[in-house]
């Protein structure tokens, strides 16, 4: 299972993809249209290119295929381990930020929303949501998800009446089918010891264009 032949431009986009290094784990940017694990039709994952590089490093959270941005690689079980406590004890901050159509009513509220999974399980959620800019029916919005199950956001985001732009399963506006989804996991807090981790992600290009095109001003100093 380790000889897995990843060719050379996929270790390139993930190598230019590192954010941060040190002997335990590494902070990707992780880039849209890559899935995280492998499944049913998928052959190339995030998890399949980390293996290749060493069998010891681990996958420790998951972002979806669509979905651009932060992801923590874990290098040894250690870390692997830390990292799985940290985000059961919800003690790593995750920013993410994204381009909805339309907007919430409130501006910025904390959101319980249940969500009936794949498997008919009845999953509780809570988000924290604000608005940080609007213009021509676009939001940008902040979302800081407190619980991390599976298409949340994209969920959370459908349930306030404003679907994130791109997203081809929450979004019905079919004008926007050929975008990227426009979402991506910004920022990433953390404590290690003394040691205080704050990561952010660089937005993707098809992101940036698409807040020049709708003339949303952003300043990731306020984030």
């Known amino acids: 299972k380790t000889n897995i032949n990843i060719n050379k431009s996929l270790k390139n986009n993930f190598e230019k993809s590192i954010l941060y290094e040190n002997d335990n784990f590494l902070v990707i940017d992780k880039w ?80 319980d929303l249940v969500i009936n999974s794949d498997k008919d399980r009845i999953i509780k959620t809570k988000t924290f949501y604000k608005v940080l800019s609007y213009n021509q029916k676009t939001a940008l919005i902040k979302f800081e998800p407190k619980t991390g199950k599976k298409h949340q956001l994209r969920i959370v985001a459908k349930n306030l009446g404003c679907p994130i732009v791109g997203d081809l399963k929450y979004n019905l506006n079919e004008n926007k089918k050929k975008e990227n989804l426009k979402l991506n996991a910004f920022k990433l807090q953390f404590d290690i010891g003394e040691d205080e981790f704050n990561i952010q992600s660089g937005l993707p290009k098809d992101f940036t264009d698409y807040l020049s095109l709708k003339n949303i001003k952003f300043n990731s100093k306020i984030i």
Do not use: W
């Open 32 to 111: 849209s249209g890559i899935a995280t694990q492998g499944g049913s039709n998928i052959i190339i994952s995030i998890d399949k290119i980390i293996k290749s590089i060493s069998p010891h490093y681990n996958l420790v959270h998951r972002l979806d295929k669509e979905t651009s941005g932060l992801m923590i690689i874990a290098k040894n079980l250690k870390y692997t381990k830390f990292f799985g406590q940290l985000f059961k004890s919800q003690k790593i901050k995750k920013t993410y930020l994204a381009l909805c159509d339309g907007k919430p009513k409130i501006k910025e509220s904390y959101l």
